[in-house]
Nanobody, 121 residues
Framework: QVQLVESGGGLVQAGGSLRLSCAASGRTWSRYVMGWFRQAPGKEREFVAAISWSGRSTAYADSVKGRFTISRDNAKNTVYLQMNNLKFEDTAVYYC??????????????WGQGTQVTVSS
């Protein structure tokens, strides 16, 4: 069992930055792939970024490449999403998720409750 709690969301102007954090607990958390997904009102949940358990492999959605960076600190049981040059279309609820394998499909085993990110234009 893995428990995930996101934080760091908020309101930011376009062009600004935010860093999301996801605190994880569970005996085998550090062996899981960690991902970030987002869901805007009226839209399906979409993949944002993912990182392997070692941190050596990462994947990003085309829409965030070059602007967002995913990282993890297994010693602190935390995964991060640094978001720079935010755009209005980044507005969504952001979810942290854990899964045994790296995939862009939103079929992860464990999910956090989500944190709201609102970008004003």
């Amino acid at each position: 069992q893995v428990q995930l709690v996101e934080s760091g969301g908020g309101l930011v102007q376009a062009g600004g930055s935010l860093r999301l954090s996801c605190a994880a607990s569970g005996r085998t958390w550090s062996r899981y792939v960690m991902g970030w997904f987002r869901q805007a009102p009226g839209k399906e949940r979409e993949f944002v970024a993912a990182i392997s358990w070692s941190g050596r492999s990462t994947a990003y959605a085309d829409s965030v490449k070059g602007r967002f960076t995913i990282s993890r600190d297994n010693a602190k049981n935390t995964v991060y999403l640094q978001m720079n040059n935010l755009k209005f279309e980044d507005t969504a609820v952001y979810y942290c998720a854990a899964n045994p394998v790296l995939t862009t499909n939103p079929s992860y085993d464990y999910w956090g409750q989500g944190t709201q990110v609102t970008v004003s234009s």
